[in-house]
């Protein structure tokens, strides 16, 4: 009787296991974000994204067939989810699209220079020339999606008369194109000069948006600040 009671299954324990196995994708994904924020792309080995996420070694290559495939699912599952967020918040918002530039546009792109995230920028960056399917797929899952939206957004103002139909349209690009200064600059600089980059990324917009407002809300911004 005793013996039976050794030999007994946990359920607990067992629940656990099956718990731990459902989520494990999710673990190894993890991992690997961080093995590619700290190492890079090309020195990440699918065996230390393994030792991080306390699994066995071969276990990644069950999930995931290739390191490219592993560095997508870290994409979809670490990078888009935030872009999509505020994508979104572009579609629905109640906002007029000068507030939302300056409101939670700007807070977005403030957090992403400083979080953990950027380091996959740098990765881009430093090794997407190399290995193009990387930013072929990068640009498909999260740069055009950004694009699009940002002209959306543009678009609206002007057709709310906020904005003047200028050439931004054209180039949405630059309302991010100081993203990849700060993220660079804290790579490689910060360590000699300091750069607030949350009032660099404000004052960024706000030129931006003074340079485009139409003649009527000039007006209203200047009666404003009499």
Not at 150 to 171: K, S
């Amino acid at each position: 009787m005793a013996r039976e009671k050794v030999l007994r299954k946990d359920p607990s324990s067992s629940a656990r296991r099956r718990e731990r196995k459902d989520t494990r994708p999710q673990e190894i994904v993890a991992a690997a974000f961080e093995e590619f924020a700290t190492h890079g792309y090309a020195a990440t080995r699918l065996e230390d994204v393994a030792a991080r996420a306390r699994v066995s070694k071969g276990l990644p290559y069950l999930y995931f067939k290739t390191k490219e495939a592993l560095f997508k699912a870290v994409v979809k599952s670490v990078i888009t989810p935030h872009f999509d967020a505020i994508r979104k918040q572009m579609e629905s918002t109640d906002m007029s699209s000068e507030e939302f530039l300056k409101g939670p546009f700007l807070a977005f792109i403030q957090e992403l220079v400083l979080s953990r995230r950027a380091a996959i920028a740098r990765l881009m960056i430093a090794e997407g020339p190399k290995h193009p399917e990387l930013t072929a797929f990068y640009f498909e899952h999260v740069i055009s999606h950004g694009i699009e939206a940002m002209r959306n957004l543009i678009d609206r103002g002007v057709a709310r008369g906020e904005f003047r139909p200028t050439q931004l349209r054209e180039f949405p690009q630059l309302l991010i194109a100081p993203v990849l200064t700060a993220v660079l600059w804290r790579a490689l600089f910060e360590r000699h000069r300091h750069l607030d980059t949350d009032k660099l990324l404000e004052t960024h917009i706000g030129l931006i948006v003074d340079a485009i407002r139409t003649p009527r809300r000039q007006k209203q911004g200047g009666g404003e600040k009499q």
